[in-house]
């Protein structure tokens, strides 16, 4: 008879003993191939993060510091003078841009009604108020309040001129109102 030749029987421990459909044995095949390389990927990311945050660290210390110095350049007192100086002087002309697109322009009837007025009687108070006009002044005698009275009276730009007079110890004080007809 023919002889068979007796196969050897052994253990190959590198074949796996599982089957391949198992849902372990295919997390774990892909874990050993592709995981490694994206677990290597993170590690690289998260040390360029983490080396990027010292330079960023050291741009904001940077920045702060020249924040600082200019604050501390800005708190200065001839800075904040300046400053306020400056800041009225902005607040004046935009003042005086809103005045004089919206305001009339009164300087001609205020320089003549001042101008009309005697050295001997010394002007206090000066009010305009559209057309009204208000004016207290004193006196040393009572013939210049006449002669003042007398020329507004016989004026014709002038209407309702009204005067009160009250005598305080050496002094006349004299109030005097009237209305402007028409502008200078």
Known sequence: MLKRRKKRKFINLLNPVYSPNEGFVKVYEWLTSVGKYMLIVV?????AVFM?????????????E??????????????????????NYHKLISDVS???????????????????????LHLQTFSL????????????????VRIYESALKSN?????VTFGISKEESEI???VTFNIKETV
């Open 43 to 47: 590690e690289i990311v998260a040390l």
């Open 52 to 64: 990027s945050r010292f330079i960023l660290d050291k741009e904001n210390n940077d920045l702060t």
């Open 66 to 87: 020249e924040i600082n110095s200019k604050i501390s350049v800005l708190s200065t007192e001839p800075w904040r003078s300046n400053n306020i100086f400056y800041e």
């Open 98 to 120: 809103v005045v004089s697109s919206k305001q009339e322009l009164n300087s001609n009837v205020v320089s003549e009604i001042i101008s009309s007025v005697p050295l001997t």
């Open 129 to 144: 108020n559209g057309g009204r006009v208000s004016l207290t002044f004193s006196a040393s005698n009572l013939n210049d």
């Open 156 to 160: 014709q730009l002038y209407d309702d």
């Open 173 to 175: 004080q004299v109030n």
